[in-house]
């Protein structure tokens, strides 16, 4: 069983640089056909794919915020780490990490989210 969970501040000022980690256990990251993904919802809306990094560590991210994002992964710990700069109170949201599957292409594991306040 895949199990992710997120870690980070639940509280961050404009203008700062959010910083979250996804620590995934029952499964590598490397496992072939997996996308490792950062999804976000910000309150009384839909949710928002933020972006992905492969099994092979290739990155990709939502158009709307590529200029702000950047994805990593720690595949020594098996965990892997979302930056977004320059936030603003629209950025307010539940951040969730979740596995991809490349087979499906459908989410089949999720973390249970974690709640990032934008504010001053």
């Known amino acids: 069983q895949v199990q992710l969970q997120e870690s980070g501040p639940g509280l961050v000022k404009p203008s700062q640089t959010l910083s979250l980690t996804c620590t995934v256990s029952?499964?590598?990251?490397?496992?072939?056909?997996?996308?490792w993904s950062w999804v976000r919802q910000p309150p009384g809306k839909g949710l928002e794919w933020i972006g992905y990094?492969?099994?092979?560590?290739?990155?990709y991210y939502s158009p709307s915020l590529q200029s702000r994002t950047s994805i990593s992964r720690n595949t020594s710990n098996n965990h892997f780490s979302l930056q977004l700069s320059s936030m603003t109170p629209e950025d307010t949201a539940v951040y969730y990490c979740?596995?991809?599957?490349?087979?499906?292409?459908?989410?089949?594991?999720w973390g249970k989210g974690t709640l990032v306040i934008v504010s001053s």
């Open positions: 990094i492969s099994s092979r560590g290739n990155t």
């Open positions: 979740a596995r991809l599957s490349g087979s499906s292409w459908s989410y089949d594991y």
């Open positions: 029952g499964g590598s990251i490397t496992a072939l056909r997996y996308y």
